[in-house]
């Protein structure tokens, strides 16, 4: 079996980390995967049928600049004034500054940033792997959002910092996290109302799908990160088994929390009842799954309940977030009544 390395998503979270080539119909090859945005390693598990509670909004307005916000790793930030001039390292960040509507002022992105449309004309200042730290310095900004867990280098962090540039490190372990940081980047940029709204917006749809799929039996799932040679799912205790098991699914995981690879054997003995593919962007089918050496087996195939979803929508920790677990639940429960996501992609609609 095959680690990832964290820095390799998402994006995804989600993310996401998107993958590097394409993937190609019923057997073509994948690189290891990368993530949309969300960690690698182990996330608390959630109880899916927990209720997320939208954060209060405030009776009393924020303090004026400056104001100290407290990271996803602990680290107290000083911002001296309202950002004019924002830096994301992230896509799920680059979302989450458009989404609060200070989408002006943002003056560098990666090259993974694909929404909203306009976030791709951004400045490049990650590349693959790369955070190109004088590009980012050059743009002069006020602050910067980076990505935890490795996702952006601890090095870079520093030298930034090192500067005197303010910089924010977000870090999602979990659904609930992932509104938390909306909360926390709406703090650091002088947008909370906007930030409160859009976790309201984001809890009640979330809370819709958990509602409408609770009681409804949970099918063996799997979750297909990506295929060619090897197999690839999410790990035990990571963000993605949080979605499946939050939309109502099992979620089939490998064994190792850092580990994202499963063999077929492994696979083939549980038996998945429903097989999602987060890599349907890539090529990747149902009617490839079927074809491919040993998956005939499994009863997802026999029953053709393989589904493509758009991954970074649900892997992706942004405000779409609540939208990917939407798609995913009807994905493991297409009779279940929930609207369909309102964005994503549109795979395999032959």
């Not at 989450?96 to 002022?105: K, Q, R, S, Y």
């Not at 303010?166 to 938390?180: F, G, I, K, R, S």
């Not at 297909?224 to 939309?247: C, R």
């Not at 063999?263 to 490839?288: K, N």
């Amino acid at each position: 079996m095959k680690s990832l390395n964290s820095r390799q998503s998402l994006a995804a979270l989600g993310l996401s980390l998107l993958f590097a080539s394409a993937c190609t119909t019923g057997g073509g090859t994948t690189p290891a995967p990368t993530w949309s945005d969300h960690p690698a390693t182990p996330a608390s598990t959630l109880t899916p049928a927990r209720t997320l509670t939208p954060t209060p909004v405030a009776t009393e307005p924020q303090p004026a600049f400056p104001r100290t916000v407290i990271d996803d790793e602990g680290t107290s930030v000083e911002i001296a004034s309202e950002p004019r001039r924002i830096v994301s390292l992230t896509p799920a960040a680059t979302e989450i500054v458009f989404e609060l509507g200070a989408g002006e002022h943002m003056v560098g992105g990666t090259d993974s940033d694909n929404y909203p449309p306009e976030a791709a004309a951004l400045p490049d200042v990650v590349q693959g792997v790369t955070v190109l730290t004088e590009q980012v310095v050059d743009l002069e900004p006020d602050l910067v959002l980076a990505g935890g867990n490795n996702f952006t280098p601890p090095a870079e962090v520093q030298r930034l910092r090192d500067l005197g540039i303010a910089v924010l490190v977000v870090y999602p372990e979990t659904v609930d996290q992932v509104t938390d940081d909306i909360t926390l980047v709406g703090t650091a940029i002088g947008r909370d109302q906007s930030a409160a709204d859009i976790v309201g917006a984001m809890s009640a749809r979330i809370d819709g799908v958990v509602d409408a799929v609770e009681g409804l039996a949970q099918p063996r799932t799997f979750y297909e990160i990506g295929y060619g040679p090897d197999i690839y799912g999410p790990a035990p205790d990571s963000f993605i088994e949080d979605m499946v098991n939050l939309a109502g699914g099992d979620a089939i995981v490998t064994d190792d929390p850092a580990v994202f690879s499963i063999p077929l054997e492994q696979l083939v003995s549980r038996d998945p009842e429903v097989i999602v593919l987060g890599d349907a962007a890539y090529g990747t089918c149902p009617d490839g799954v079927a074809t491919r050496p040993g998956w005939s087996r499994m009863s997802a195939v026999v029953k053709r309940r393989v589904w493509p979803v758009d991954d970074t929508i649900v892997t992706r920790p942004g405000p779409r977030l609540g939208e990917g677990l939407a798609a995913l639940a009807l994905a493991i429960h297409p009779d279940a009544a929930i609207d369909p996501p309102a964005t994503g992609g549109q795979y395999c609609t032959e």
